[in-house]
């Protein structure tokens, strides 16, 4: 996987919301889009 810079699309990719359905990046096409990634959520660091 490559992982894209800043400024460049996001690659394609389906993810659970937090009422449990399934969302796939691409459906929002066209719409403004902000994703956040946060890698120590529910850790103990």
């Known amino acids: 996987m490559t992982i894209p810079h800043e400024g460049q699309p996001a690659p ?3 993810a ?3 009422t449990g359905e399934q ?3 691409s459906s929002l096409r ?3 889009v902000v994703l ?3 890698p120590k959520d529910d850790t103990a660091g």
């Open 12 to 14: 394609d990719f389906t």
């Open 16 to 18: 659970t919301t937090d």
């Open 23 to 25: 969302l796939r990046l």
């Open 30 to 32: 066209g719409k403004p």
């Open 36 to 38: 956040f990634f946060y």
